[in-house]
């Protein structure tokens, strides 16, 4: 039988650098908001997925009518982003009985990841015993600052790869890992590193480069660009398959 299929979207941030007055998942793209679209997104690739949602204990924001999952469950998230998937890994570990349950992780505020991505990162992590990550080629010049401002060399960005999300790992490692370096007061940033740290090396699965994590001001009004500009892609081969 085909492992189940989890979802985890860490939702518990308050995006301090979006110097908004609501955490960035909250925000409004087209009249909708971030984690509306992020959600959607998913949905549309996985439609029969079961959903973790992290969000704050205290959140104010937050409209279930934005969830189109029809198997989903609030996890109150944690300080930092381990403690909201280790919630949400232990919430699933109560419903799961399958460690080889598979485990994808995705940002909330990466509403334009592509459906083309999604499924080709689940073909390969499905079919993987360590697991992977959606990740893009580095393509710029790479400079190492010195601490005060200036460069302190300029590094080699052969082989260098930016981490995107979603990450997908089976249920079990993922948790090991996580609680591996929480406990060891390592930190990362994502679950990638945790299962690397295992000793592990996460397969890379090349993805689109307009897979924008939202983090600054100026990245929403480009996020609703590129929305845009998906939709148009994918009205006019919608276009060309009529004809």
Known sequence: MTPTLWLVVPAAGCGRRMGADRPKQYL?????????????RLHAAFPEARLCLCLD????????????????????????????????????????????ALVLVHDVARPCVDAGDLARLFAVVD????????????????????????????????????AL??????????????????????TVTDEASAVEALGLAPRLVPGRRDNLKITHPEDLA?????????????RSIGHEECR
């Open 28 to 40: 409004t793209l087209g009249g909708r908001t971030v984690l509306s679209h992020t959600l959607s």
């Open 57 to 100: 204990a205290d959140d104010s924001h937050f409209n279930p009518a934005w969830v189109p999952f029809r198997d989903w469950r609030r996890v109150d998230g944690g300080v930092e982003r381990v403690d909201s998937v280790i919630n949400a890994l232990e919430a699933i570990v109560a419903e799961e009985g399958d460690e080889q």
């Open 127 to 162: 079919d993987d015993p360590v697991g992977g990550l959606l990740a893009a080629p580095v393509a710029d010049t790479m400079k190492r600052d010195d601490g005060a401002g200036r460069v302190a060399r300029t590094e080699d960005r052969a082989g260098m790869w930016h």
């Open 165 to 186: 999300t979603p990450q997908g790992f089976r249920l079990g490692v993922l948790r090991r890992a996580l609680t591996r370096v929480r406990a060891e007061g390592v």
């Open 222 to 234: 480009l996020a609703g660009r590129i929305l845009a500009a998906q939709a148009s892609d994918e």
